[in-house]
């Protein structure tokens, strides 16, 4: 080669040997000069890689067929987002129902028997009563006194059990019921014939606050029996 003539292989490679390829090494042909050659020099529409005949030495791509679509990238799936749990809504404590205690006074027959059997004080004298109206009492205040009521002796139970027919077992201040935000407790005061709870034989110690709750029944005097309910108010 001379004068700057580069020779070109039937594969169209630049061979600066004069009758082989120095690229594939077949038999040269044509000659062309190097203005020539870098006006044929192209991009490989496949590679991008720099090709001086129709095939490109890299990938081999056809330069003479149509230019390859290029499909367009597809977006990247979106990465799952983990639900956040849900904040359960505090529960809303309903506010306590008011309650009104009612107090159910009746002739107890029953009771009677057990103080006739034990012989209890003024047992002779105390007789069970031929007629006797169920009376319901709503009690009010914290202290409510158990006995009968004396003008002279100023004294005004709550639950005035000398109302005729009246029970002569029952003391003027017989026992005391005190009512607070925690329930209901009784009190014996002291009584002549005592009290007691719930069919029970044992009577309650005397000036002794015992519990309450709904239902409990009261003894006391020769048959009156006092049962205790809580009832919306």
């Not at 014939?193 to 409990?216: C, I, M, Q, W, Y």
Request: aromatic share 4%; glycine share 10%.
């Amino acid at each position: 080669m001379a004068g700057g003539v580069m020779d070109i292989c039937p594969d169209g490679h630049l061979s600066l040997a004069p009758f082989f390829c120095d690229v594939c090494g077949k038999p040269v042909g044509a000659q062309t000069s190097v203005s020539d050659v870098k006006e044929s020099t192209a991009l490989c529409p496949s590679c991008g890689a720099a090709r001086t005949g129709r095939f490109c030495e890299v990938c081999g791509r056809d330069s003479a067929l149509a230019r390859p679509l290029r499909r367009p990238a597809e977006p990247a799936p979106a990465e799952p987002v983990a639900a956040e749990p849900a904040t359960p809504e505090p529960a809303v404590a309903e506010p306590p129902r008011p309650v009104a205690w009612v107090a159910t006074i009746v002739a107890d027959r029953e009771f009677y028997d057990r103080v006739i059997a034990r012989k209890g004080p003024d047992a002779e004298q105390v007789g069970f009563p031929t007629y006797y109206p169920e009376r319901r009492i709503v009690l009010h205040g914290s202290e409510i006194l158990i006995g009968k009521r004396s003008v002279s002796q100023g004294i005004a139970p709550g639950i005035d059990l000398g109302i005729a027919p009246a029970d002569i077992g029952v003391s003027r201040a017989h026992a005391m019921i005190h009512v607070d935000d925690r329930g209901l407790t009784i009190t014996d005061l002291g009584s002549t014939n005592g009290t007691s709870l719930n069919g029970s034989e044992d009577l309650l110690p005397p000036k002794v606050a015992v519990s309450l709750r709904s239902g409990d029944r009261i003894h006391l005097g020769g048959w009156t029996t006092i049962t205790l309910s809580a009832e919306p108010a």
